[in-house]
């Protein structure tokens, strides 16, 4: 990074997982101080490292936070994310958010959080407690991009 607007850049990769019923696999974070977000329910996935696409980085990051291998050409495209990052101050965050179906929602062991599973009617129920990743995600969904 060569100057101070793009250190203050971070770049994430996250996930819906839909399982094979259908139903969202979604992380309940952790509810501890310091880490963004406590407590809401999000994505898996995280920082892009080094020179890793997007799509690389949401391959390793799901399979470290979930324990299970999802290969890159499961993952489609959703959205992207970009605005205001709240982990540093004058910052920003810039990410790309994908969708994989398909995931067999036994053969998942969390390493982040929780597992929460929840099926397509139950979304508004926890709408309140999304993290920004999981409201873009329902918002593209809403919108028949997927």
């Known amino acids: 990074m060569n ?11 996250s ?3 839909i399982d094979t019923a259908g139903r969202w ?3 309940q974070r952790d509810d501890i101080p310091g880490i963004l977000y406590p407590g809401m329910v999000g994505l898996f996935g995280g920082h892009r490292e080094g020179n890793e696409t997007f799509l690389d980085c949401v391959v390793r990051e799901v399979h470290e936070e979930v ?3 999802v290969p ?3 993952f489609e495209y959703l959205t992207e994310r970009h605005g205001v990052d709240p982990a540093v101050e004058g910052g920003t965050i810039y990410g790309h958010v994908f969708v994989a179906r398909d995931i067999p929602s036994d053969k998942l062991v ?3 959080g929780s597992l929460l599973i929840v099926s397509p009617d139950e979304l508004s129920r926890i709408a309140p407690n999304l993290a920004p990743s999981a409201r873009l995600a329902l918002k593209a969904i809403r919108s028949g991009l997927i």
Do not use: G, K, V
């Open 110 to 112: 969390i390493t982040e």
């Open 15 to 17: 996930a819906l997982l």
């Open 3 to 13: 100057n101070s607007s793009e250190a203050l850049r971070r770049e994430t990769a």
């Open 72 to 74: 890159p050409e499961q």
């Open 67 to 69: 324990s299970y291998f």
């Open 25 to 27: 696999l979604l992380q």
